[in-house]
C-alpha cells in the first residue's frame, strides 16, 4: 500500500520548514532552511519574500526525498506562518515592491499615532487596539514610501498579502493564475478585518485609505483553496492559519477553556473561548482560533509575551553566565530559591497584559547575598510569572478556569521551569509528544479539509501525554512570590496607576 | 635540569601530548610519540588514569585528558543540555515504542534521571526527573557503572540492597554482569528494582571524555525483554538508534 502523509509548511522567523506527517499524527520527515532578517535601521525588522519562496522550493523536496516519497504520497498540503508580516508584490511580474515587513518591526509609529484618534473604531470592528504589531500599519507606511505604489495599487496592479498569501499566490501559478487568498486568522491581526462577519471592512480600509483592489479574498482555514501547480503539483492546499492559532490546533485545543503556551524567543499564551468572540478589558487579544466551512467559527483570547527565551539567550550571550541556554537550569539549582530577586524583562517594552510599551526592564531585591544562581531562578521565574499575569488576565476577561495548561516549544525542556509554573498557575502543565506543534496543527487542519482524518475526535485521539508537571507549591509560598512579582512590575511600568493587584488576583 | 624526576616528566609530557590532541589516542600512539617503550608508557598513563588525571574510553582503549584537567569547565555532560538535546529522539522512541523512556547520569554512588518521557498510553504517570536510582538494580545503573572511569572502585563500595525478590545482591555477579555489559555495549533489568518493570539501556557517549548517559526503555518484561531475558531484538534496535541520533546532536553543543 502507498504510503499517504500530509504535508505542512511553516514559515517561521528564523527559518522556513516543511513536515510529513502519517495518520497517527506523528512526523514523519522534516526539513529546513535558515532566513535571512535584516535591521537596515533600529527598530526595522525585514526579510526578502523571494528568498522566503526559494526556501520553500528546496526544503519540500528536501522533506519527501528524505522520507522516499514524492508528491502522489501526499494528500494534502497545510500553511503555517509568522503572522502579521507584510508583503506587497507586483501581480505582472511576481516581484515584491519591497522587503517584507516583518512582525518584530516598529517603523509605524507614526502610522498608528494617526489613526490613535479612531482607535475605539478599531477596536469595536476588530477587537485590536491600533499598534505597530499589525499588519495594516505596514501596508499604510509601504503605500506611502515605495515610490509608485500607491497609484499602481489603485490600478490592481500591485497585490498585498501576509506571508500565507504570498505563498499560496506562489505555489498556485504567481503571475499565471495564482490565487489572491488569506486565511481569517491572519486576516484578524491586519488591523482591517470586522471579526463578526470575517470581511475587510471597508470602513476601516477607507480610514487608512487602502485600495480593496490589493487585498486577498478572506477564506477559512479549514478548505481546498486551489491546487498547487508548483513544488507540489497537483497536491491540494487544504489549510492555512497563522503559527499561533495553528500551534493551539495542534494541541487540540478545541473546547472552550483548552489553552496552549508557545515558549520560544518569546511567548504566546492563546485560550480558546468558544464560538463567542470574548472582547479584553485586561490587556488582551481576541482573534480568530479557527474557521472552516459549515461549522461555527471557534474564537481565542491571546496573550503575546515579547521576551521568554530570549531573555534566557541575554543572559548567555551578553552577561556570558552560562556556556549554552539549558544550562540555566544547571545554573539555577545552585541556589534553592530567587533570594528575593525579580527580573522584569521589558526588553522593548512590556506586552500582554500591560502594553507599556516604554517600560524597561529591571533586577529587582539585590542584595550582596545575591549569586549568579539567583540570577538565574530569576530569569527562568520570569517567564513563569508572565504566563501567571496572561492566565489571570484571561480568567478576568473569558470567566473560564484554566483547568491545565498545555505547552510546547523549545523552553519545555527546561524541567525546573515547567514545575515552576505549574506551581505558580496551580494546574497541571502538560507537554504532549509531537512538540512540533504549529505544523502539526496545518497538517492537522489541511487532513480535515480532504477528509484524512474523518473528524476533530480522531485528531485528539493522536494526542498523547510525554510529561506532567502537578503545582506543589504552598500557596503563602505562591503569593508572597506573586507579591514580589508584582511589585517589580510596577517598577518597570512607566504608568502610576497600578492598584494593588495582588489581593485582587490572588482572592479569587 | 638536576634532581628532575624523570617520570614525572614524562608523566607532564603525556598530560601535555593529550591536551593538544582533539581526540583520545591509543597507547602505541603516545609511545611513538614521546619515544618510550609500551610498557614505561603503560604504567605512566594507568597511574595518571587511576588519579584522575587522564580518561580511558571503555570501548575503544584510547585515553585523553580526564576531568581534573580541565579545571573549571568539567568536561561531564551536563544533564540539563543532555534533556535538551535528547528530547525529540527520546519522544520519538517512547512514541515508537509505546513504553516509557528514560536517560540518567551517575552521581556518586546513584544514577540520577535527568529526562523522563510517558507511556504514551495517557494512563497517570509521574514525572521522575531527578529522581536517584540504584547502580545495582536498574539496568541504566549497571550500564552507568560499567562505563565509569571509577567502575572498579564503586563495584567494591556500592551497597548492594534488596527492591524485589529478583534483585541480586552478589557483588561476583555485578561484576560478571559489568564485564558482559562493556563487551555488548546493552545493559538488561528485570524487576530488580520495580517489580513489574524490565528495562534496557545503551550508552550515550559524551565524545570521547569517558562521560556516558543511559537511554533506556522501560516497560513489563514482556514488552521488553525476549524469551531468554535477552533485550528484544527490535526494541533494542530502535533504542541505539535514537542514542545514535542524540550522539550526533550532542555533536554541536560541545
Redesign the interface.
Given at each position: 500500500m502507498t504510503q499517504r502523509v500530509v504535508a505542512a509548511i511553516d514559515l517561521g522567523t528564523t527559518s522556513a520548514r516543511c513536515m510529513l506527517f502519517d495518520q497517527r499524527g506523528?512526523m514523519v520527515a522534516m526539513a529546513q532552511r535558515e532566513q535571512r532578517q535584516s535591521s537596515p535601521r533600529p527598530g526595522w525588522a525585514e526579510q526578502d519574500a523571494l528568498e522566503l519562496w526559494h526556501n520553500v522550493r528546496r526544503v519540500v523536496p528536501e522533506a519527501l526525498r528524505s522520507a522516499q516519497l514524492d508528491e502522489s504520497n501526499v494528500v494534502a498540503l497545510g500553511i503555517a506562518n509568522q503572522r502579521e508580516t507584510t508583503v506587497v508584490w507586483d501581480r505582472v511580474t511576481g516581484r515584491p515592491v519591497a522587503r517584507a515587513i516583518t512582525w518584530q518591526d516598529t517603523r509605524t509609529g507614526p502610522v498608528v499615532d494617526q489613526i490613535a484618534p479612531h482607535g475605539d473604531e478599531f477596536q469595536r470592528i476588530t477587537g485590536l487596539k491600533p499598534a505597530t504589531y499589525f499588519a495594516a500599519p505596514r501596508l499604510r507606511w509601504l503605500l506611502d514610501n515605495v515610490r509608485g505604489v500607491e497609484a499602481r495599487a489603485r490600478n490592481g496592479d500591485v497585490l498585498f498579502g501576509t506571508l500565507e498569501s504570498w505563498l499560496i499566490w506562489n505555489l498556485t501559478g504567481g503571475p499565471h493564475g495564482g490565487i489572491h487568498v488569506t486565511d481569517a486568522t491572519n486576516a484578524s491581526r491586519t488591523l482591517l478585518m470586522d471579526i463578526e462577519t470575517m470581511q475587510w471592512s471597508s470602513k476601516l480600509l477607507s480610514l487608512l485609505d487602502i485600495p480593496e483592489t490589493m487585498m486577498p479574498r478572506i477564506v477559512s482555514n479549514c478548505e481546498v483553496y486551489a491546487t498547487c501547480t508548483t513544488a507540489l503539483p497537483g497536491v491540494p492546499i487544504a489549510a492555512a492559519l497563522g503559527d499561533q492559532q495553528a500551534a493551539l490546533f495542534g494541541q487540540t485545543c478545541f473546547s472552550p477553556g483548552d489553552a496552549k503556551c508557545t515558549y520560544g524567543t518569546g511567548a504566546f499564551l492563546l485560550t480558546n473561548v468558544g464560538t463567542s468572540i470574548v472582547q479584553s478589558t485586561h490587556g488582551l487579544l481576541p482573534t480568530v482560533a479557527y474557521t472552516a466551512p459549515g461549522v461555527e467559527p471557534m474564537f481565542a483570547l491571546e496573550g503575546p509575551i515579547a521576551v521568554a527565551g530570549s531573555l534566557v539567550r541575554w543572559f548567555r550571550d551578553s552577561l556570558g553566565l552560562i556556556a549554552?541556554?539549558?544550562?540555566?537550569?544547571?545554573l539555577a539549582r545552585t541556589v534553592a530559591d530567587n533570594g528575593g530577586c525579580y527580573i522584569v524583562p521589558a526588553f522593548s517594552g512590556l506586552y500582554a497584559p500591560h502594553w507599556d510599551s516604554q517600560a524597561r526592564g529591571i533586577f529587582s531585591g539585590l542584595t550582596s547575598y545575591i549569586t549568579k544562581g539567583h540570577l538565574a531562578r530569576a530569569v527562568l521565574e520570569a517567564t513563569a510569572w508572565q504566563t501567571w499575569e496572561v492566565v489571570n488576565a484571561t480568567r478576568r476577561d473569558a470567566d473560564i478556569p484554566l483547568l491545565r495548561l498545555a505547552v510546547d516549544g523549545?523552553m519545555?525542556?527546561?524541567?525546573l521551569l515547567m514545575q515552576f509554573l505549574a506551581d505558580v498557575l496551580d494546574v497541571p502543565v502538560v507537554r504532549p509528544?509531537?512538540?512540533e506543534t504549529v505544523s502539526l496543527g496545518a497538517a492537522y487542519a489541511a487532513g480535515l479539509a480532504v477528509g484524512y482524518w474523518p473528524d476533530l475526535a480522531a485528531l485528539r485521539a493522536n494526542r498523547?501525554?510525554?510529561?506532567?508537571?502537578y503545582p506543589s507549591m504552598e500557596p503563602q509560598v505562591r503569593r508572597r512570590e506573586a507579591a514580589g512579582w508584582l511589585a517589580a512590575v510596577e517598577r518597570a511600568l512607566t504608568r502610576v496607576d497600578a492598584p494593588d493587584l495582588v489581593g485582587d488576583l490572588l482572592d479569587r | 635540569m638536576s634532581g628532575a624526576i624523570q617520570s614525572i616528566e614524562r608523566a607532564a609530557a603525556i598530560l601535555e601530548l593529550l591536551q593538544q590532541s582533539d581526540r583520545s589516542l591509543q597507547l602505541r600512539e603516545i609511545s611513538d610519540h614521546l619515544q618510550l617503550s609500551k610498557a614505561t608508557t603503560h604504567g605512566i598513563v594507568r597511574t595518571l588514569v587511576s588519579v584522575g588525571y587522564i580518561d580511558q574510553d571503555p570501548d575503544s582503549g584510547a585515553y585523553a585528558s580526564g576531568l581534573r584537567t580541565a579545571g573549571h569547565a568539567p568536561a561531564e555532560l551536563?544533564?540539563?543540555?543532555l534533556?535538551?538535546v535528547a528530547?525529540?529522539w527520546a519522544?520519538t522512541l517512547?512514541?515508537a515504542a509505546g513504553l516509557e523512556v528514560t536517560m540518567a547520569l551517575l552521581t556518586g554512588h546513584e544514577a540520577e534521571l535527568v529526562h523522563?518521557?510517558?507511556r504514551?498510553?495517557?494512563s497517570p504517570?509521574r514525572?521522575r526527573?531527578?529522581h536517584r536510582i540504584p547502580l545495582h538494580a536498574t539496568a541504566s545503573g549497571k550500564l552507568l557503572l560499567a562505563y565509569s572511569p571509577l567502575r572498579d572502585r564503586l563495584l567494591r563500595n556500592v551497597s548492594l540492597d534488596r527492591y524485589t525478590r529478583r534483585t541480586s545482591t552478589s557483588r561476583t555477579t555485578l561484576t560478571e554482569d559489568v564485564d558482559r555489559i562493556r563487551r555488548s555495549g546493552v545493559a538488561v533489568s528485570d524487576r530488580e528494582f520495580e517489580p513489574e518493570l524490565a528495562a534496557v539501556a545503551v550508552p550515550v557517549h559524551g565524545r570521547g571524555r569517558g562521560s556516558v548517559a543511559a537511554l533506556a526503555v522501560l516497560g513489563p518484561p514482556e514488552a521488553v525483554l525476549d524469551r531468554s531475558a535477552n533485550p528484544a531484538p527490535a526494541l533494542l534496535d530502535e533504542l541505539r538508534h535514537a542514542a545514535a541520533g542524540v550522539i550526533r546532536a550532542l555533536e554541536p553543543?560541545r
Open positions: 506523528r549554552t541556554a539549558p544550562q540555566i537550569e544547571t523549545g519545555t525542556s527546561n524541567h509528544f509531537v512538540s498523547h501525554v510525554a510529561a506532567t508537571w | 551536563d544533564g540539563n543540555d534533556r535538551s528530547m525529540p519522544d517512547a512514541a523522563h518521557v510517558f504514551p498510553d495517557d504517570q514525572l526527573v531527578g553543543v
